[in-house]
């Protein structure tokens, strides 16, 4: 039973770019959230895609959007790479039908890194 | 909105001893706990969570953590550590039935010295 996957593991970008990251969900889950983890920080979280849809957003400016395929997988976008988008992406999945209490499976991440 | 803290950023202790990592959390309404723990070079996984019903909940591997609603506290327990507990632990919250995203406090970096 594959887990959460996400490509690439590692990324360099310069400033002002755009980068797109990749997520499988695990086997069975329709779910996928995406979180950036900064140094010595725990994770926040950036936006939720079920069915196609951003179900739930959070503090992120419109820099970063993201897709889901039918496939369950998904897609973070960045445009216009900060110095302080550099970080760990972490994708996480679940199935949606158990709520708020249903466990967030999470992927290794990437680790980007904007010069 | 919701918030995380948690009382320590790195506990340092000797295989045996008790650990114990403190977490607050600030919410107004129905709230969901989770204990993460993040090994070295590995993802983020679950140690336990918390809905409802009997406050102490066991998670996996020897940890236990005790919801205590007056305090808006979930602190993590685990009476004797061993090396491999070394790790980076976060909790977190989601709020109610239909927030679905994880508010994580900053976490806590445990070393465990053998």
């Known amino acids: 039973d594959a887990g959460v996957t996400q490509s690439p593991t590692h990324l360099i970008k310069t400033r002002g770019q755009q980068v797109t990251l990749r997520c499988s969900p695990k086997?069975?889950?329709?779910?996928v959230s995406w979180y950036q983890q900064a140094l010595g920080q725990g994770p926040q979280f950036i936006f939720q895609?079920?069915?196609?849809?951003?179900?739930q957003r959070g503090n992120f400016p419109d820099r970063f959007s993201g897709h889901q395929f039918p496939n369950y997988s998904s897609e973070l976008n960045v445009n216009a790479l900060l110095l302080g988008d550099s970080a760990l992406y972490l994708c996480?999945?679940?199935?949606?039908?158990?709520?708020?209490?249903?466990?967030?499976?999470f992927g290794p991440g990437t680790r980007l890194l904007v010069l | 909105a919701q918030s995380v803290s948690q009382h320590n950023h790195h506990v340092i202790l000797s295989e045996a001893a008790s650990l114990e990592l403190g977490c607050n959390y600030s919410?107004?309404?129905?709230?969901?706990l989770f204990w993460y723990v993040q090994y070295p070079g590995q993802h983020l996984q679950l140690l336990l969570k918390?809905?409802?019903?009997?406050?102490l909940v066991k998670g996996i591997k020897g940890f236990e953590a005790e919801f205590i609603k007056s305090k808006f506290s979930f602190n993590l327990r685990k009476p004797s550590v061993q090396w491999s507990d070394t790790a980076e632990y976060f909790c977190?919250?989601?709020?109610?039935?239909?927030?679905?995203?994880?508010?994580f406090g900053a976490g806590t970096t445990v070393t465990v010295r053998a």
């Open positions: 996480a999945s679940r199935i949606v039908g158990g709520g708020a209490r249903e466990t967030q499976y």
């Open positions: 086997s069975g889950h329709d779910t």
């Open positions: 895609y079920y069915e196609e849809e951003e179900r």
């Open positions: 919410y107004g309404g129905t709230v969901n």
């Open positions: 918390y809905f409802s019903g009997d406050p």
């Open positions: 977190a919250v989601t709020g109610g039935s239909n927030d679905y995203k994880l508010s």
